[in-house]
């Protein structure tokens, strides 16, 4: 007896999501989603109501030097510390076929054909949704993109922290033109790394392809790539000082600079590209299976980001 297509669905899902995504990268037809893998910058927590980041933001406001061996100390409460909180973002791709479908796919091989498409569509459209995300403001469903999380003011609110008032959670921004873009370019990376050296110092950088090329086309003969592993398809990823600068289909005239260790898109464990059970329609003849995810885009070290808008 064949296999029902809702059962060669939960057959075949763990294989088609590790032929698509392997190995461990779960990234692999997005650029910006791939390099954010690449570099560590998926992080995936247990579930709670909210995402809470703990925060060092100033330094202790007592220290200083002493005038005399007596002198007195400040015995103020010492508060350094506070949070960011974030809530998590709701992502379904529903999947549907019918009762003529299951009719009309009578042998295992074909339901499996019928099966791989549906689920190769399923995770390519949920990851797609998300490269596209990251690069948007906020989205319906809270979904919070860099153009939330990296302001071209340099201020917003993010993560519940206003930085209009709190001047520590204010991230780099700029502007550049064609003669300019370098000196900007390098400015900000100074800037953001805050010292020579800096282990925050930013890892990637990301804009359009547009941007991307007017920046390489500045390098000539001097261009810096990086990744000797790439050397065969022609080195496809450039580089900025000490960081990777790709580019997404999804992106625009923003560059962007980061650092894995600064900002994370947040997923829970037990709900990222979770496969739900099948349900019958009462209305139709059809089912239904959802795919579903609970993720969000955080930073818990807003200065340490950047974004220059480049006209």
Known sequence: MSLSVSQMISV?????????????????????????????AIKKINGSPTIEVPLDYTANPGAGWDATDLAGVDTSKTEVLTSAQYASAQLTV????????????PSTNQKIALVKALLENAINSHDDIIEQAFFSGTLTGGFTGLETV??????????????STETFWRNGADTAGSSTIVAKMTAMFNTLSKGSGSALAPKFMVSDAATQAVYEATQQGLRQYVDV??????????????????FSQYADNHIYFLNPKSLQLVTVKQAFRLMGDTIEFEGSNGYIRKLFSLCQLITNNKSRLGVITYS
């Open 150 to 163: 990296v302001p071209t003011s340099g201020q917003g609110n993010v993560g519940g922290i206003d930085a």
């Open 12 to 40: 075949s899902y763990p294989e088609v999501l590790a032929e698509l995504r392997a190995p461990e990268s779960q990234w692999s037809e997005n650029a910006f989603m791939r390099e954010m893998e690449r570099q560590g």
């Open 94 to 105: 529903p999947i549907v076929w019918s009762k003529k479908d299951e009719a009309e796919n």
């Open 229 to 246: 592993k790439e050397a065969d398809a022609g080195f496809k990823i450039i580089a900025f000082k000490t960081g990777r600068y790709v």
